[in-house]
């Protein structure tokens, strides 16, 4: 029994050890979630379909709802991702530095995509483009949220 409760202890202090990176990753990758949500809600109008008809003379209602919706699952699927990994992951492994590598390459690239689609009439698109840059710098950055030892004795 003693050492069921030794391991319980030490996960409950790895878990506020991170508490604080993974409330902090988790909140961006929300409002990135939300952003797109909007933009996407905002795209998808009578006037969008409009202008994207313009562009497209050719195309569909169902291309520009699919297109929408692709582009929509893109934009939530590595927020999403990174928050589910962090979440199950960083109390037992913590945040190495293949952690940062490993996610900092995918969400810069994500950024890169973002930044190509030139959606400059949003003001979505540039929020959008704000939270995934301090996303990208909170990736790389995230062992310097941890609480270290020194701070939890004061």
């Not at 790895?14 to 990135?32: D, K």
């Not at 497209?56 to 991702?81: F, K, R």
């Not at 030139?118 to 941890?146: A, D, K, P």
Request: charged content about 20%; some cysteine.
């Amino acid at each position: 029994m003693h050492i069921a409760e030794e391991r319980l202890h030490l996960r409950k202090k790895r878990i506020e050890r991170h508490g604080r990176q993974l409330t902090v990753m988790v909140t961006l990758c929300a409002f990135i979630v939300v952003v797109s949500t909007l933009e996407v809600l905002m795209l998808a109008n009578a006037e969008g379909f409009r202008i994207w008809k313009m562009l497209n003379p050719e195309g569909t209602a169902a291309e520009y709802s699919a297109m929408l919706l692709v582009s929509y699952l893109v934009d939530i699927l590595i927020p999403a991702g990174i928050a589910i990994y962090t979440y199950f992951s960083i109390a037992r492994l913590g945040t190495p530095r293949t952690y940062r590598l490993v996610w900092g390459a995918i969400v810069f690239l994500a950024t890169a995509r973002k930044v190509l689609t030139m959606r400059t009439q949003s003001v979505f698109w540039y929020v959008s483009l704000l939270f995934w840059g301090i996303l990208f710098l909170v990736v790389i950055n995230i062992h310097r949220l941890e609480k270290n030892s020194s701070t939890e004795r004061m």
